[in-house]
Each structure stands twice: as C-alpha cells, then as structure tokens.
C-alpha cells in the first residue's frame, strides 16, 4: 500500500504564497510520476502539476508561472510552491502517486489540503 500525507494548505490573502507538500511512504516501488489536483466547490478535480520520476513537469494554463513543482527524491516528497495566489485557487489540493509496471497504471491519492484565498 501506498501513503500520502499532504500538509502546507491553509488561509492566504490574493498575491500571497503558500508550500505545499506531500510525503510518500509504503511501497512506492515503480513510481512513475506524482502530482497536485484540486477540485473547487462544485467543479471537477483538475491537474494542477505533474512531476514525473525523470524530473519533467507539466502545469495547467492557469498556474504557469506561478506554481512549481519540485520533489525531493531522498525523502519521497514533493512540493508545490504557489505563489501570487488568486481568488480562483481556492480549493482543496489533492496529491497523487501514479505507479506504471508492465503496462498497467495504479493512482494513489491523500487526503487533500483546503487552500483559501480571501482578503
């Protein structure tokens, strides 16, 4: 089994930054990418950013070149740094592991962290 424990979320005013992080333990072996989600109130879970387990990353539109994603491969954790923060980023982040082996796919998923962003 795999678990994720995701910390960092919370209150922010607009223009503000937030780290978010996710820490992976259990077998964890195969490991292909692992990434941030959210879902808003109402809306479907959407990509936020991936970070594969050859160091490329993929980010939404809507976050280009204000978030980054970094992981920390000694520690099976990885990172989201926003920053300028929005009203629209307000939602519950989610972290997901995606193991590949032989051509089959597994996604793991924590628990979520409430990000808000209000004056």
């Known amino acids: 089994q795999v678990q994720l424990v995701e910390s960092g979320g919370g209150l922010v005013q607009p223009g503000g930054s937030l780290r978010l992080s996710c820490a992976a333990s259990?077998?964890?072996?195969?490991?292909?990418?692992m990434g941030w989600y959210r879902q808003a109130p109402g809306k479907q879970r959407e990509l936020v950013a991936v970070i594969t387990s050859g160091r490329s990353t993929n980010y939404a539109d809507s976050v280009k070149g204000r978030f980054t994603i970094s992981s920390d491969n000694a520690k099976n954790t990885v990172y989201l740094q926003m920053t300028s923060l929005k009203y629209e980023d307000t939602a519950v982040y989610y972290c997901?592991?995606?193991?590949?082996?032989?051509?089959?796919?597994?996604?793991?998923w924590g628990q979520g962290t409430q990000v808000t962003v209000s004056s």
């Open positions: 997901k592991l995606e193991k590949a082996r032989y051509g089959s796919t597994w996604d793991y």
């Open positions: 259990g077998s964890i072996g195969s490991l292909n990418a």
